[in-house]
């Protein structure tokens, strides 16, 4: 009797079924939609509605201000606001896959709506031509929109995610259209949307670089539709004809006279396998074969479409019509004895505790797999609980006896349904059936119970269902801080970590930074302590005027990047006195300032130094800036630049004077300073030196010998080069100002001379006195200049036998080498020497001979 009476309420389309259930009885009260504008949203979404401006209307106990309501599918109202935006009639207003209501007015503004009648800004406009030639039409799909104005120019919106309005190309029409369709730009082969226009007895489909005319002598069209996969049209004809065409109008698909020539108010494919027409009290349902099925209505309603089906909303209810699955057919259909039908009564016999349930899976047992699936497959699409529990039930039953079924398939189907019928209660308003579910993903409709401020169900599916509750709670913990001004902000902050804490790594800176742009700064710098990132605290801290936490939390991490980014932001907002002081106390943000500062800002380092005291790190600065100077050429070429350098050392040294700790530098900065004023000029070479009357010897010394070498040259550089250049007295005078000592003197002179190959000079300067340093240096500057005959004037005069035994040995005299090192009577030199001379056998011979009487004597 259940299966009777379950398909009692389906009509049969030649060989398919078809059903018409309530989904809901509206909860909204005093509608007629007849009066107002309705717009509804695929996939179960809402339904927007407002009052009619192009009809003269009875206004009862309202107000004469129109309003723009929304509901949810159930005609539980979700939100309101008052229209009160200029420009002229309201032309068109559909929902956007993304759940934003698109309404547009006479003059091409486009104004935007979320689900709680929130204005979206900015508004669009479609341009100076709609604003001149008023919109009279709209035509909408997924998320684009076309519009054609009084001058049969059609402009369109192909994405509202990126609204950039383009006009297509001019139909050039005399007469408005009869009737305008669109293919959706995901359907057509160019990728861009196609506009079909029903003129005269012909189509002609627009685009935006041309215009194409199709299906001449079908017409004239007066409705038309195309299917949701764009590969069909749906149209209404002049004499009364329903024509089903392909979109590229190769070929007629079917035909059908609908007995009356006025046209449909609306027409709506139903799924794939069906068309609806509605009049003013009938729809008619027309399939490709058999008699149509008419459904009588004595109040205005309005279809739908879906993927499966379509909605029907009218005054009092909302109803799905839709094709009797194959699944549920095979169970309910009257007289049906597949094995589906024969589990489905086995469970009542069960219930009932007769024999007849075993007879029943006796005959099934083969089929018992298939009959399962079936009962899973039916309880998927049938929105009454009662019956989705009785068939899986059934089900269950079944697999009791069915060893070899995929059991993941009924718990599954468990876990869609309840997420279905959780969202198909009237308070939230959601229909879906499991075919709209699958297409639409739970991800998507969680997303819309966020939008719809249903985050408690969005939290329990995604919990259910193993998702990331993140985004539920973060919207819920924004969405809270928006609605709840006047609860104080440590109350409202133990709320929102009560329920942030549910979910680990929650980014806590996204909903501080909500509360920020919400005008609760404190909120904000409360949640943002809680923040485990230090990438994502940081710059909110500073967004908020933290920067002293901001600087702390970034040294903490120890990221240089971040410690940067707050040194920066700080450096610019603050008087350098209060960076100095926020800096100075953390060690890491001071050195990294420092490092930067070396580079690029050394006036600022300055002043920061100064601040603290340091006062050894600001000489060392102007030292560097002094020879910084000094790379510049006009220092040398000229004096403008010379002058300062000398000034910057000055200063150097008087910093380094006052601490105990930098003598030395202080020492070498004096004689730096000294040695750049102090140098005395000369003349051509070998001439008499006289002080020069320029406050810059160095720089006239330069100048005399037309070479840039003498500043910026230490003291034994500048001795070495004087004497090289033949200007003793020059050398001599820097010896005596800075007090060089006389072996470094020596050491100087000698390798000076023997660099100018001066061998005369240099064997006077021998003889002058004994040398401090002894003879080897002469020795050795006269070996390196590669002359051994005066390199053999010293050799004698060396003192250590083992000195002069080397050097004899360096010059090639290994007779004379092998004296010496016998008066040494040093047997480990002996071997030396004869590794020295070990090509020549007979130098070897008597290295070794020595050897041997060494050791005979006993002297090792």
């Known amino acids: 009797m259940a299966a009777v009476s379950v398909a009692a309420e389906w009509q049969l389309l030649y060989n398919r079924y078809y059903r018409k259930p309530e989904i809901y009885s509206m909860q909204w009260k005093h509608m007629d939609l007849n009066r107002n504008k309705v717009a509804c949203a695929s996939f179960g979404g809402s339904i927007a509605v407002i009052r009619d401006d192009s009809k003269i209307v009875q206004l009862y106990a309202e107000s004469a201000l129109r309003k723009l309501r929304i509901f949810n599918s159930a005609g539980v109202q979700i939100s309101e606001t008052v229209w009160k935006h200029s420009g002229g009639r309201l032309v068109g207003m559909a929902w956007t896959d993304d759940q934003i209501l698109v309404c547009v007015v006479q003059d091409g503004t486009v104004y935007r709506y979320n689900i709680h009648a929130e204005l979206q800004e900015p508004n669009i406009s479609m341009g100076k031509e709609c604003f001149d030639q008023n919109v009279v039409e709209c035509v909408f799909w997924g998320n684009g929109m ?11 919106i192909p994405d509202f995610k990126n609204p950039k309005p383009c006009k297509l190309a001019d139909p050039i029409l005399e007469d408005f259209p009869l009737c305008i369709a669109v293919i959706e730009p995901q359907y057509t082969m160019s990728g861009n949307v196609e506009v079909l226009l029903g003129v005269n007895d012909y189509v002609l489909l627009v685009e935006e670089d041309g215009v194409q005319q199709l299906g001449t002598g079908v017409g004239p069209l007066q409705k038309m539709v195309v299917s949701r996969n764009g590969k069909l049209l749906a149209s209404f004809t002049h004499d009364g004809r329903l024509l089903v065409i392909s979109t590229d109008f190769s070929k007629i698909i079917f035909e059908h006279n609908c007995e009356s020539a006025l046209p449909p108010e609306q027409l709506a494919w139903c799924g794939m396998d069906s068309v609806l027409l509605y009049w003013d009290d009938m729809l008619l349902m027309v399939g490709p074969y058999g008699d149509p099925v008419r459904y009588l209505y004595d109040e205005p309603i309005i279809l739908i479409p879906e993927c499966d089906g379509v909605r029907i909303l009218s005054n009092t209810s909302m109803e799905f019509l839709q094709r009797v699955p194959d699944s549920t057919v095979s169970i309910f259909k009257i007289g049906s004895t597949l094995p589906a039908a024969l589990l489905y009564d086995a469970l009542d016999h069960f219930d009932r505790q007769s024999a007849k349930a075993d007879e029943n899976l006796r005959l099934i047992r083969s089929s018992l797999p298939e009959a399962v699936e079936a009962c899973i497959d039916a309880a998927g699409h049938e929105f009454d609980v009662s019956r989705q529990r009785t068939l899986l ?105 009560d329920k942030l804490k549910l979910c680990k790594g929650i980014s806590y800176a996204a909903v501080a930074a909500h509360a920020d742009s919400s005008g609760r700064r404190k909120l904000a710098a409360m949640l943002i302590e809680h923040e485990p990132r230090s990438s994502k605290q940081v710059p909110l801290l500073l967004s908020i005027g933290e920067e002293d936490t901001a600087l702390m939390k970034a040294t903490e991490s120890g990221d240089t990047d971040l410690v940067y980014l707050v040194l920066f932001h700080i450096w610019q907002k603050s008087p350098p006195l209060e960076f100095f002081g926020m800096i100075q106390a953390r060690p890491l943000a001071r050195d990294l300032f420092i490092t930067y500062a070396r580079c690029y800002k050394h006036e600022f380092l300055k002043d920061f130094f100064l601040s603290t005291g340091q006062l050894q790190d600001v000489a060392f600065l102007l030292w560097k800036e002094s020879w910084e100077l000094g790379k510049n050429p006009m220092a040398r070429n000229g004096s403008p630049l010379h002058g300062p350098r000398i000034k910057l050392i000055e ?94 003197w020596y050491w100087l002179k000698v390798f000076a001379l023997a660099t100018i190959r001066d061998w005369d000079t240099l064997e006077k300067f021998s003889k002058e006195k004994r040398p401090p340093i002894g003879y080897r240096p002469f020795v050795e500057a006269c070996i390196d200049a590669d002359e051994k005959g005066e390199a053999l004037k010293y050799i004698p005069k060396l003192a250590d036998p083992r000195e002069k035994a080397e050097s ?51 002297v090792s």
């Open 808 to 858: 004899y040995a360096r010059i090639g005299m290994a007779k004379e080498a092998a004296d010496a090192a016998s008066q040494a009577k040093d047997g480990e030199l002996l071997g030396r020497l004869k590794l020295t001379f070990a090509q020549n056998a007979a130098a070897s011979s008597i290295f070794d001979t020595l050897r041997d009487r060494l050791s005979f004597q006993g």
């Open 393 to 497: 039930r059934a089900a269950s039953y079944g697999q009791a006896f069915c060893s070899n079924f995929q059991r993941d398939r009924f718990q599954e189907m468990c876990k869609t349904l309840r997420v279905l019928n959780a969202v198909r209660n009237h308070e939230i308003g959601i229909p879906l059936s499991i075919q709209q579910y699958k297409l639409l993903t739970a991800l998507v409709l969680i997303g819309r119970l966020i939008n719809a401020h249903q985050h408690f169900v969005a939290l329990r599916i995604s919990e259910y269902l193993g998702l990331n509750q993140e985004v539920v709670i973060m919207h819920w913990a924004c969405a809270k801080i928006t609605a709840s001004l006047a609860i104080h902000d440590s109350a409202l902050l133990e709320i929102l970590l």
């Open 146 to 156: 076309v519009c054609m104005t009084e001058a049969n120019q059609i402009f369109c």
């Open 651 to 744: 200063k150097a040294h008087s910093l380094f004077s006052e601490t105990k700790e930098h003598t030395f530098e202080s020492k070498a900065a004096e004689e730096h300073a000294k040695l750049l004023s102090c140098v005395s000029g000369s003349s051509d070479d070998k001439e008499d030196v006289t002080v020069p009357t320029s406050p810059h010897p160095a720089h006239e010394l330069e100048v005399s010998t037309k070479q840039a070498i003498f500043v910026d040259s230490s003291i034994s550089d500048t001795i070495r080069t004087c004497i090289v250049l033949g200007n003793h007295r020059a050398a001599t005078k820097v010896k005596t100002e800075f007090k060089v000592s006389e072996k470094r």
